[in-house]
């Protein structure tokens, strides 16, 4: 897929610098190599400005920024270009804005796979530091979060189940592919937060693209969790006690997969994409999740409608949570202030009469969002009621 | 393989796989399931008030025809008081609206409803086939959207109901939920889901059609119930396609709800609810009850629902001058220029015709502040608007500006010749308009 903006520019001047050859057509302007870019960069660091290099801290109080990386086009290019910026603030100053902290968070059964990319990423930029936790501990780096611990199926034989069999026996419970990868993906970003509480991060600096968070947008909207959007989606402080930053939020994917195939090689194997067709792939609903129907729709949109991506984000950007009706009540899933405590999927219009009512409806003692409701069964009864 | 039974009564076996929650129900159960959810939607929101008149929008498509089924069965089995009649509103389009009326005929004497049709042609002089004619089929559903919602307040007005229920259903409401965020229509995305609308009277006339009562007993049903329930009840409806296409953005939207539904059943019941949380979320929309209370009642929205017809027909047309208009404005803000969003609004000279994304893409990117609109009359009809002349108005003038004045008529006189030219100069006018603002 890159390859087709390669090809589509023509021989004319850069747009920008007005010398060199374009290389390709970014939003309706031919671009050269340097001026790609260029831009690229800029649309990252601009949303970087609180980060700049702060000479009345002294060294020792060098603030600290954690890097989920996921080994894909979007993480990897947000690590490249900080690590590049970090390196020209310190050529010019001495000294660099921010530390990074990078997390990889290994997926389930491809551990070594991780460990080995990691290495070549920590070759790649040495002045960083690397950790790599596994999913499960999770339950270890939230253990007095017992509402967590309650989500997970308990068994007669042990309950002090290590926290690879929690995961296991959680996931083992979920009804279909789009309540596990959902499930994951939340527990994946609890993991996230908590590292980066507990090892002294200020700010998360999540890789998501434009059209991430446009595909994020609209699959949560899909999951029934409206209400977190302006959590999901702004830069700044969290619900989650931490802030949040998109630095890439005004980059498009095909951007970016054009940015990682004009630089250097070195960057494109770091890069772990799955093909661009590899969503298309899964005809049956069974397999298809939510977020690959979102991932299908906005690749799609994006060829031919970059800027209603880029409005989708913008829009959902100005949604805002006035301030006093932050709740205290979490989510035990995905630990969201839930909204007047509007917990499960009963309790407002929509949930009507529901056609099958078992009496042991709640037999977790967590209480889940609206969404997290959706994608943790209620009941171990064969008839599982919508 | 015993048959299943039930999930309900247990005793019958379970001939249908609920669409909603994938439930095996009987038959009666289901169909006593679906009422009792309608009837739930009904009290929780206290939809209506004892003695109260409704027009039952009524089109001979499946959801107004089982709206009114439902409604008849409730109102005497719950004893709501109602007196329950149908209101038809004729666009005037051959080989659809005809056979759907006589449907709706058919319908008021089948349920005892007295019916009332009011035509496009006579409440605007144009039925929407010569919309089409005049302005192609890009953007007529515009027009028709438009039209149809003062229609209906009018007719009910001539009628003096105060309420007016529509058979807008759950995937309807969801499909207008991600449609807005598509369309980056913050406004609209806080109105769509509320269930009861109003148009709050701008004049203390009993008889003004401003004040007028919406809402949607439908909200939460499915579209493959409501097919169900009046398969089952062998209810008399008409199933055609609208025969002109849907926006794009429509289209677009409806064919991912359609798959979202396919991969969880529960996810249109799951958009809505994000819809209702979101209308609260929007900046300086007044809608702390997300729409369920009903003394806060958002005003109703010119151009509701699309017409929940034609199925979803790709991206294309007004996506693509959505599409244009957005990159204009990010090429000025990037250049540091003045970001006044205005609509691609044609130049007066020709009597400009703006279509409804003209006013969305002034509002969809003001930055940081979403608009409130403030609602007053339209100079020209006095009908509820936040414009100075109401969007019904606007339309008309400019169709009417390029309607011929004087007949054509085949001659061979050279002045008439001439007029005719000028006749489809004005036609041919009006089409290049109107794609330069709706396509």
């Known amino acids: 897929m890159p390859g087709k903006h390669v090809a589509s520019a023509t021989d004319e001047v850069c747009r920008r610098c007005k010398d060199n050859i374009s290389v390709l057509i970014v939003r309706s302007e031919p671009l050269c190599h340097e001026c790609f870019a260029r831009y690229v960069h800029t649309k990252a660091i601009k949303r970087l400005e609180s980060f700049r290099v702060n000479f009345a801290a002294s060294v020792d109080q060098q603030r600290r920024i954690l890097l989920p990386l996921s080994f894909g086009a979007s993480s990897t290019t947000l690590l490249h270009i900080l690590d590049l910026h970090l390196k020209t603030q310190k050529s010019k100053t001495g000294r660099t804005g921010f530390a990074i902290n990078v997390l990889c968070v290994d997926e389930v059964d491809q551990v070594s796979a991780c460990a080995s990319r990691l290495e070549l990423v920590r070759d790649q930029y040495p002045d960083h530091d690397y950790t790599s936790l596994p999913l499960h501990h999770v339950f270890r780096l939230i253990p007095n979060d017992s509402s967590l611990g309650a989500l997970v199926p308990s068994s007669s034989d042990d309950d002090d189940a290590d926290s690879k069999t929690k995961l296991f026996r959680l996931t083992a419970s979920l009804p279909s592919a789009s309540a596990h990868a959902d499930v994951l ?111 299908q729709y906005f690749e799609s949109v994006e060829e031919n409608f970059p800027s209603i991506v880029s409005n989708v984000v913008r829009t959902t950007g100005k949604l805002e949570v006035p301030a006093s009706s932050i709740s205290e009540l979490r989510c035990s899933l995905c630990s969201k202030p839930v ?29 889940l969002c609206y969404g997290c409701t959706r994608s943790l069964p209620q009941t171990r009864a064969e008839t599982r009621i919508a | 393989m015993p048959p299943t039974p039930c999930a309900l009564c247990h005793t019958n076996r379970a001939l249908i796989l609920r669409p909603k929650d994938h439930s095996k129900l009987c038959k009666t159960c289901f169909i006593t399931v679906f009422e009792t959810e309608i009837h739930h939607t009904i009290t929780t929101n206290a939809l209506f008030a004892r003695g109260e008149k409704i027009a039952i929008g009524a089109s001979g498509g499946k959801d107004s025809t089982v709206l009114a089924s439902v409604l008849k069965t409730l109102n005497e089995r719950y004893d709501y008081g109602l007196d329950l009649i149908l209101l038809s509103i004729d666009e005037g389009i051959k080989g659809y609206r005809d056979d759907s009326l006589e449907t709706v005929k058919r319908n008021a004497e089948q349920y005892g409803m007295e019916l009332t049709i009011l035509g496009y042609d006579e409440l605007y002089g144009w039925t929407m086939d010569q919309v089409v004619e005049q302005v192609g089929k890009k953007g007529n559903c515009t027009y028709c959207g438009v039209f149809r919602r003062q229609a209906l307040d009018r007719g009910a007005a001539r009628l003096g109901v105060k309420h007016v229920v529509t058979g807008h259903n759950a995937d309807d409401v969801a499909e207008t939920v991600l449609m807005n965020l598509l369309r980056g229509d913050l406004p609209r995305l806080s109105r769509t889901t509320s269930i009861i609308t109003s148009t709050p009277s701008a004049s203390s006339d009993p008889a003004s059609n401003t004040n007028i009562k919406r809402s949607k007993p439908l909200k939460y049903a499915y579209e493959k119930e409501i097919v169900l329930y009046a398969h089952h009840k062998n209810l008399d409806y008409f199933s055609t396609e609208c025969i002109y296409s849907p926006e794009a953005f429509r289209g677009s939207a409806r064919a991912l709800i359609k798959n979202l539904e396919r991969v969880r059943p529960s996810a249109i019941l799951d958009v809505v609810r994000s819809g209702e949380d979101m209308a609260k979320l929007v900046p300086g929309s007044d809608e702390g009850c997300g729409g369920t209370c009903s003394s806060n009642r958002p005003v109703a929205e010119e151009e509701e629902g699309g017409c929940g017809s034609a199925a979803g027909r790709t991206v294309g047309g007004d996506m693509a001058s959505v599409e244009k208009q ?3 404005n990010e090429t000025a803000t990037n250049n540091d220029l003045e970001v006044e969003i205005t609509s691609p609004r044609p130049s007066t000279k020709n009597g400009a015709v703006p279509l409804s994304n003209g006013k969305k893409a002034k509002k969809g990117i003001t930055p940081k502040k979403t608009n409130k609109q403030v609602m007053g009359q339209c100079k020209r009809c006095g009908y509820l608007s936040s414009q100075e002349v109401c969007k019904a108005c606007v339309l008309l003038e400019g169709l009417n500006k390029a309607r011929p004045k004087n007949k054509i008529e085949v001659g061979y006189d050279v002045q008439e010749l001439q007029q005719r030219d000028q006749g489809v100069d004005g036609v041919a006018d009006a089409m290049q308009q109107t794609s330069i603002g709706g396509e």
Not at chain 1, 237 to 252: K, Q
Not at chain 1, 340 to 366: A, C, K, L, M, N
Request: with cysteine.
């Open chain 1, 185 to 295: 993906y939340t527990l994946r970003a609890r993991l996230i937060v908590e590292y980066a509480k507990q090892n002294a991060c200020e700010s998360i600096l999540w890789g998501d693209s434009t059209t991430k968070l446009a595909e994020k947008t609209l699959a949560e909207t899909a999951k029934g969790r409206g209400f977190s959007l302006p959590w999901q989606i702004s830069d700044g402080p969290s619900p989650m006690g931490i802030n949040f930053h998109y630095p890439l939020r005004d980059v498009l994917k095909k951007e970016l997969l054009s940015y990682i195939e004009l630089a250097q090689p070195t960057l494109t194997l770091l890069v772990h994409e799955p093909s661009p067709g590899a969503t298309q792939a899964s005809t049956s609903s069974k397999n298809t999740t939510i977020d690959d129907l979102m991932k």
């Open chain 1, 339 to 367: 909204p007047g405590g509007r917990f499960g999927i009963h309790g407002w219009g929509g949930d009507q009469h529901d056609g099958v009512e078992s009496p042991s409806t709640v037999i977790y003692p967590g209480q």
């Open chain 2, 326 to 328: 957005l990159a204009q």
